[in-house]
């Protein structure tokens, strides 16, 4: 199971959102190279990173920070704002190793199509769901959408990973919604990244646990809990580490 440190980018900071309102921010780092840096030394493969700019705005704006994060080593997997092919080619020629596209994937299922037609292990599939239903456009808009017939539509057209945020628990450090995750894992061949709520080393504990009932959880991402110092990078890996 990996472990996603994650970096959210607005206006050129590193910041957190709760629930992912706008309105509701937090800054932790002015440069967002130097939670990077700390989570490179601390051991992470991977960062997840978010254009929050993108993500409001429909294009992604953090290009050359993103280019630097990548710089340093570490893989990135990018979402916020990829609705355009231009701009997806451009993150993977920057260096990013993973894409990630949301809100245009659920409302055009030939951008999806062409995408994996070009960069089939390069491409996670976001799903943010807000009591079940998806959520696009930075989470502003709730459709009518179930998450879970979105997944299994998404793989049957061979997408092979998805990204699964619960935005109720996301950034109010209460735990994850674990029915829900266990529920989409159950409901899907491919694999699945969790994310939103993980407070403590105990969630991520019990997120090794599900991992060896689900085999296709790829794992999990880590945001505020990092930045509220609940536990280090380093901790959160050696829990990780222990999935039977």
Not at 123 to 134: C, T, Y
Not at 164 to 193: K, R
Not at 212 to 230: F, M, S
Request: hydrophobic share 45%; proline share 4%.
């Amino acid at each position: 199971m990996r472990i996603y440190p994650a970096i959210d980018i607005k206006h050129g900071s590193c910041v957190r959102l709760t629930q992912g309102l706008e309105d509701q921010e937090t800054e932790y780092f002015h440069d967002p190279l130097e939670p990077a840096r700390i989570f490179k030394a601390a051991g992470a493969e991977w960062v997840h990173v978010v254009d929050l700019d993108g993500a409001f705005n429909g294009k992604p704006a953090n290009f050359s920070i993103v280019e630097q994060i990548a710089a340093l080593g570490l893989k990135v997997e990018f979402g916020g704002g990829i609705r355009e092919l231009v701009d997806a080619e451009a993150l993977l020629e920057a260096g990013v190793s993973r894409i990630v596209v949301g809100t245009r994937a659920c409302k055009d299922h030939a951008f999806v199509e062409e995408l994996l037609k070009r960069w089939p292990e390069q491409l996670a599939i976001g799903i943010d769901a807000r009591e079940g239903k998806v959520a696009v456009r930075g989470w502003v808009e709730v459709t009518d959408m179930p998450a879970i017939s979105f997944a299994q539509k998404l793989a049957e057209a061979g997408v092979q990973r998805i990204i699964y945020t619960d935005i109720s628990t996301d950034g109010m450090m209460v735990g994850p919604n674990f029915e829900g995750q266990e529920e989409m894992l159950n409901a899907v061949p491919i694999q699945v990244i969790a994310s939103g709520g993980v407070s403590d080393l105990h969630d991520l504990t019990v997120y090794t646990e599900m991992a060896a009932r689900c085999p296709n959880l790829d794992g999990v991402i880590v945001g505020k809990a990092l930045y509220e110092k609940k536990f280090t990078v380093k901790e959160a890996l050696d829990v990780a580490a222990a999935t039977v």
